[in-house]
């Protein structure tokens, strides 16, 4: 069955440091999406993706943030410079034109921020 | 998008059937009823969604009640393995893309 892939599955970073999290979405799925969960909390949705531009952010995602495509396979999430409140874990979802509310999950990144 | 009430925990014994309710008293008629799930430190897992009619997959049966104000999550024969937050979230289907909003859900516990 196919599934969402994230890589790396765990990151440490200094604050102040840049970061791009990997996601390689379920391939023929064209929305594309990017959550948080700091360690206890809520699932925050961060941003959707679409025809290669953002179709909808949450203030979470502010400027510290971008989204990429850079090929047919990849979705990226940039964090320019990361803060400690940025430690959580970061999950990339999929899903396609039809059904595009049964949003695909990934393993997730674990973001440590130190 | 409705807001949604859940219990925050709930038990149930391995091979017996888990009833998961959530209320939603505010839905409109153009809102679907979703359930996702997220077992421990694992990316939320679509389970099922409806409108109005009680629907069935592999995973789990809803059934929502006839004025919509309610649902149930059913897993028939629980096992270890559904141990697992489950996340009722009302939303019109389509509708701004992305965006799931997630409650605290109900933590079930399957025990042996």
């Known amino acids: 069955e196919p599934e969402v892939t994230q890589t790396p599955s765990h990151q440490v970073t200094q604050m102040g440091q840049e970061v791009i999290l990997r996601c390689v979405p379920i391939?023929?799925?064209?929305?594309f999406y990017w959550y948080r969960q700091i360690l206890g909390q809520k699932v925050e949705f961060l941003v959707s993706f679409y025809n290669n531009e953002i179709s909808e952010k949450s203030e979470i995602f502010d400027d510290q943030f971008s989204v990429e495509r850079p090929d047919g396979s990849n979705f990226t999430l940039k964090i320019r410079s990361t803060k400690l409140e940025d430690s959580a874990m970061y999950f990339c979802?999929?899903?396609?034109?039809?059904?595009?509310?049964?949003?695909?999950f990934g393993p997730g990144t674990r973001l440590t921020v130190t | 998008d409705a807001k949604t009430t859940q219990p925050p925990s709930m038990d149930c014994a391995e091979g017996r059937a888990a009833n998961l309710p959530c209320n939603h008293s505010t839905i409109s008629g153009n809102e679907y009823v979703y359930w996702y799930r997220q077992i421990h430190s694992q990316g939320p897992q679509y389970i099922i969604h409806?409108?109005?009619n009680n629907e069935t997959n592999e995973m789990a049966s809803l059934i929502i009640t006839e004025d919509r104000k309610s649902s149930t999550l059913i897993l028939p024969h629980a096992t270890l393995r559904d141990t697992a937050v489950y996340y009722c979230i009302v939303r019109v289907a389509g509708g701004s893309q992305g965006n799931l909003i997630f409650g605290k859900g109900t933590k079930l516990s399957v025990k042996p």
């Open positions: 391939s023929n799925h064209l929305y």
């Open positions: 979802a999929s899903s396609d034109a039809r059904t595009w509310d049964e949003q695909y």
């Open positions: 409806g409108l109005k």
